[in-house]
Antibody, heavy 121, light 108 residues
Framework: EVQLVESGGGLVQPGGSLRLSCAASGFTFSSYWMSWVRQAPGKGLEWVANIKQDGSEKYYVDSVKGRFTISRDNAKNSLYLQMNSLRAEDTAVYYC??????????????WGQGTLVTVSS | SSELTQDPAVSVALGQTVRITCQGDSLRSYYASWYQQKPGQAPVLVIYGKNNRPSGIPDRFSGSSSGNTASLTITGAQAEDEADYYCNSRDSSGNHGVFGGGTKLTVL
């Protein structure tokens, strides 16, 4: 059974940092593009970043570029999101999601349950 | 443009057919995917590509695309279909994802 389990969320002050993790199981993690998608309270989904199977390609939404870094450790079947210089508008539930295809299709067939990040003083 | 536009809310009578649309320039180049999200839950993929349903998704869900518009059709809507629906595609560069603003479906 495919499972994605996020962790690392919490309350952080503006300007602070947080590292999210996503533990994958039930599939060959190293064969898939992976993404982070977030959802602010009461708002819609927003794509944040994605990473190629070997980590050689990474892409970000403009609003987090230079502040967030996506990475992965295929040996540990884990996906990460390092978030620096956090702002109030980064407050959201952060989901990790698996791309359905071996290329970056943007079709996400499995999602984690999400981890809440709250940026507030 | 990297934006996808959806109607904020749509309603349908129980057992009737409803179409939810998504507009955006990138849809001329890339197929959309559609997600159902119920309160407090993670999104669930219901349609991807030209018109593909993941395993376990009822066949009353179908997808289509024409020009800059992608559509999700629910034929014979059920009470359990009441949810938020999001379309998703890639932007014009092909490297970034983009979601529509979501459509809240009410089943009357």
């Amino acid at each position: 059974e495919v499972q994605l389990v996020e962790s690392g969320g919490g309350l952080v002050q503006p300007g602070g940092s947080l590292r999210l993790s996503c533990a994958a199981s039930g599939f060959t993690f190293s064969s898939y593009w992976m993404s982070w998608v977030r959802q602010a309270p009461g708002k819609g989904l927003e794509w944040v970043a994605n990473i190629k199977q070997d980590g050689s390609e990474k892409y970000y939404v403009d609003s987090v570029k230079g502040r967030f870094t996506i990475s992965r450790d295929n040996a540990k079947n884990s996906l990460y999101l390092q978030m620096n210089s956090l702002r109030a508008e980064d407050t959201a539930v952060y989901y990790c999601a698996r791309d359905l295809r071996s290329y970056s299709s943007g079709w996400y067939d499995y999602w984690g349950q999400g981890t809440l990040v709250t940026v507030s003083s | 443009s990297s934006e996808l536009t959806q109607d904020p809310a749509v309603s349908v009578a129980l057992g009737q057919t409803v179409r939810i649309t998504c507009q955006g320039d990138s849809l001329r180049s890339y197929y959309a995917s559609w997600y159902q999200q119920k309160p407090g839950q993670a999104p669930v993929l219901v349609i991807y590509g030209k018109n593909n349903r993941p395993s376990g998704i009822p066949d009353r869900f179908s997808g289509s695309s024409s020009g800059n518009t992608a559509s999700l059709t629910i034929t014979g809507a059920q009470a359990e279909d009441e949810a938020d629906y999001y379309c998703n595609s890639r932007d014009s560069s092909g490297n970034h994802g983009v979601f529509g603003g979501g459509t809240k479906l009410t089943v009357l």
